[in-house]
């Protein structure tokens, strides 16, 4: 049925349910897995006065980034599902994700809800949301 999944992470509790269905998905349709975060790049966030001095910043972005997408491969190793995992920098998580998706020829995403309702989902909307409004490739939304 599936052969390559994509399973993005951020590091949450609920992202680490989806990469366990994810995982199980793959287990038995004998399919591997890809498993991706998107930091935000850091002139995102250098308008801010508060932000930490570049160097830090990259720094805490790509270690948060190695230890969830180091979780995620154990989680898949221990199932016996073949892993690859991925850490990008991006601007639009969303653009990213649907971007690896297609260069790596996953035919399913495995992702979070985001958890949001009513008004604030509809404004500040979320990148599951935004993967699903524009990903050719269908995406399973674990809540």
């Known amino acids: 049925m599936y052969q390559h999944i994509l399973i993005p992470t951020d590091g949450s509790e609920l992202s680490k349910r989806a990469i366990e269905h994810g995982i199980t998905i793959a287990k038995e349709t004998n399919a591997k897995v890809t498993g991706i975060m998107v930091s935000m790049p850091f002139y995102v966030f250098a308008s801010d006065p508060d932000v930490l001095p570049q160097e830090l910043y990259e720094e805490s972005t790509t270690t948060f980034a ?22 990008i920098e991006h601007s639009q998580p969303y653009q990213a994700i649907i971007d690896a998706a297609k260069r790596e020829g996953c035919d399913l995403i495995v992702m979070a809800s985001h958890g949001r309702r009513g008004v604030s989902a509809i404004i ?9 409004t524009h ?3 269908p995406v399973l939304v674990y809540r």
């Open 66 to 87: 190695n230890k969830c997408l180091n979780e995620l491969k154990s989680t898949a190793v221990a199932a016996s599902v073949p892993c690859n995992i991925i850490h």
């Open 124 to 132: 500040l909307g979320s990148e599951t949301v935004k993967v699903l």
């Open 135 to 137: 990903s050719t490739i």
